[in-house]
Each structure stands twice: as C-alpha cells, then as structure tokens.
C-alpha cells in the first residue's frame, strides 16, 4: 500500500552534484513549473519491496491531480485498488471494502498526503524544515535527493528521492526510503499535463 511504503533509488547515469547557486535555479524552475501544472494525468508502475517478502510486488494503474490538493492512485493491475485525496478526506476501496478517513484526524495521514503533494508539485524541494535537500545532473534527469531533518520523520522515513524530466520538470520517479529499509518505487509513463479532469474523478461517495 503507497500510504505505508518507501522507495528506493535507481541507479540511473552519473551524478553531478549541482553548486548551491545552480541549484537554486533549478529549484526556482521546477517551482515555477509546479504553478503552471494544474492537472497531470499519466500511467505509474510501482514497485515495492519489503523485507518480510522474498519478492518484489509489481503493481499497475493510473494516476490524477488536480490543483490544489486533489489526488487520485487508480490501480488495476495486478489487484483493483483505489485511493482519493480530498483536501482533508481520504476515501479508500479495496474490491467491496471502503473505508473514509480524515487528514486532520490522522498525523500519518496528513504526513503522507504533504509528501504526496509535495512530489508532484516540487514543492518539496523548499520544505527546509523537514528536509535537506541536494540536487544532482543525470544528464537526462534532474535528481533530487531529500533527507529528513525533523526527528518524527527520521523515525520511519530515511530518505526521499525525486527525479525531474530535465525538459518540462515533472516528476518522473517518485523514490522514498524507509527507516526499516523496505521501499517503495512509483515510475510515472505517457503524462499528461493540464488537459482537462473531472472533478467527478476525485468524488468522495
């Protein structure tokens, strides 16, 4: 399940760790690309892997924003699976089973849904009071490598790795570590940005 997971990071090209004035510059473009993205639609592959299974899970679906907090995970491969964020409500269903969830009721929650919406719209990057952040050039990519500063975090996340196309800096893998060491991989396929998404699609029943 996303909301409990972490990722890791590929190994993908070589780092070149950016000087602190580049990458402001980078920070300030992918910031500035973030305000202009009002919606993002594209496909997602997840992989997770946790210590108390042998094996990877490898998981389909598709993926929705909608500025400003609106979320939707849509998994249909291998399982039928579906989360929304709402602002400050969580509504999750799992074949026949829904369960409804206040943010603000719930810290974990609340704590997942700023990482979720942070990732997707950069703004993690400049969240200095929970993180620290550097940035490296893969050639093809831009890496952003974030370590938790607050001690709440650092009890069960050790790390969260982001990766930008270098071309329009959307995310293109979402990489978060646990302090346990289990992770969590989201690639994001075929995006789609500010084309039109119903609102319906992010409808609480």
Known sequence: MILCSALTLPSTGQNKPLSAGDAGMVKKSISDAARSTMSLEARFIQ????SVIKEKIVSK???????????????????????????DRIYIKDEDKENHISIQSNKVFREVNNILIGAVQGTLLLDTKNFQCSISDLHDQLRADLLPVNQKLR????EITLFFNKSDYTVE????????GDYTRIEFMNKKKNQVIPDEKFAIP
């Open 173 to 180: 893998q979402f990489v978060m570590r646990e302090a346990s």
């Open 47 to 50: 992989t997770k892997e946790l």
């Open 61 to 87: 679906g598709t993926f929705f924003f909608k500025k400003d907090r609106l979320l939707r995970w849509e998994y249909s491969d291998p399982f039928s699976y579906l989360i929304i964020f709402n602002n």
């Open 155 to 158: 009890e069960t996340l050790s």
